[in-house]
Structure formats: C-alpha cells, structure tokens
C-alpha cells in the first residue's frame, strides 16, 4: 500500500521568512494534493499536481512535484501568521479515497 | 461559494450508543466521501459513496458503520455501537466526480466526536 511521508513534523518560523515543507511518498504518485487544515475550518484545499515537474503557485505558496512523482515540496515565501496550521499532503491511489500524511505543523511568531 | 457542512459540531455519547453524524455536500457534486482523524494521527479514508452506494471503503469502515443519502441533500454516517476508539473529528467531503480534472474534493468542517 501507498505511504506518505511528511517533513518536518513541526516547524517554527519567524514572520516573513521562508519555509519548505515535503511529502514523500513509497510509490509514484498520480495525483497529489495539498491540503492546509485549522480547527474548525476542515481541510482548504490548496493545490493539486499530477506531471512530473509541474510546479503550481496561489499566493505565497507554491508546490512542486519532482520529474519521478515520488516527492513534493510545498514552499512559502515571506510567511505570515494567516499561514500557521497543520498542512497535509493526500495522494490517491485510485479514484475514490485519499491516502494522508501525517501533517506538518507550522507556527509563525510574531 | 458553495461549501460542504456538517452537524453537529461536537457529539458526545455514551459507549454503545448509536450516533448520526450529518453531512450536507455541494450540491452539484456526485461522490461523496468520510474520513476520520483521531486526535494526534493521520486523517484516514472511511468510504466513498456514488449513486447511492458505497464505492469503496476502508478495512476501518466494518459493520458498525454505515452511510446514506436518505434524501437529495443530506449524508450521513452511522456508528451502531459506539466505541472508546472511535472518538475522532469525522469530515465529510464531496467533489464533482468529473473524471481527469483536478477533482478537488471539498471538506466540511468535521464532527468531533467523543465517546465515553
């Protein structure tokens, strides 16, 4: 079965600094997706790649899916505290379920 | 913008007891999904649902769940005999099934359950 592994677990940031966080997974993905998740707010979709190398932007935020669709990176630019919560990759491995990361928790201080 | 919500927000019951958990979809949309984060772990696929039967579902979902779409709106999920282990926040999702685009599945804001 598909596995999705998410780095760092964690991650504290200054305001306005860069991030990075990563998803990788055990087999060629077809489909990855980010999702950013608040309490309260269930999961926002954020972007969704599917070829290898693309490389998508909304925001300050851009994700790129490497040429072997086997990782993919999320990157922040200039963070903001509008950017703090548990960001999750999904992957489906058919048409109907997503698989999940373990989620990345971002906190930005002030 | 249209958008998938869920009620109630937090449940509470007893061990053993049945509960509802219920989702109202976008209403375009054709499949319709649960999925469950037990508090600290991963968000976990329950099952999928599509012309009003399930499309696939998870070695989690057994007897004690079920799903419906009882009328053109709503779907819900049971848990027949609740169990300690199933406290968890449930989220439903749905998407427009339009096969090969980005097939986006849209979340509710989730149910949290807690069984004592």
């Known amino acids: ?110 | 913008e249209p958008e998938v919500t869920q009620t109630p927000s937090h449940q509470v019951t007893q061990m053993g007891q049945e509960v509802i958990l219920r989702c109202v979809p976008i209403s375009n949309h054709l499949y319709f999904y649960w999925y469950r984060q037990i508090l600290g772990q991963k968000v976990e696929f329950l099952v999928s649902f599509y012309n009003n039967e399930i499309s696939e579902k998870s070695e989690i979902f057994d007897d004690q769940f079920s799903v419906e779409r009882p009328d053109g709106s709503n779907f819900t999920l049971k848990i027949r005999s609740t169990k300690l282990e199933d406290s968890a926040m449930y989220f439903c999702a749905s998407d427009e099934g339009a096969y090969g685009n980005d097939n986006e599945q849209f979340f509710g804001p989730g149910t949290r359950l807690t069984v004592l």
């Open chain 1, 1 to 110: 079965s598909q596995e999705l592994e998410q780095s760092p677990q964690s991650l504290i940031v200054q305001e306005g600094k860069n991030l990075t966080i990563n998803c990788t997974s055990s087999k060629t993905l077809y489909g990855l997706y980010w999702y950013k998740q608040k309490y309260g707010e269930g999961l926002i979709f954020l972007m969704m790649l599917q070829k290898g190398g693309e490389e998508k932007s909304h925001e300050k935020i851009t994700a790129k899916l490497d040429e072997k669709k086997q990782q993919s990176s999320l990157h922040i630019t200039a963070s903001q505290p509008s950017h703090a919560g548990i960001y999750l990759c999904g992957a489906d491995p058919s048409n109907y379920q997503l698989i999940w990361g373990a989620g990345t928790k971002l906190i930005i201080k002030p």
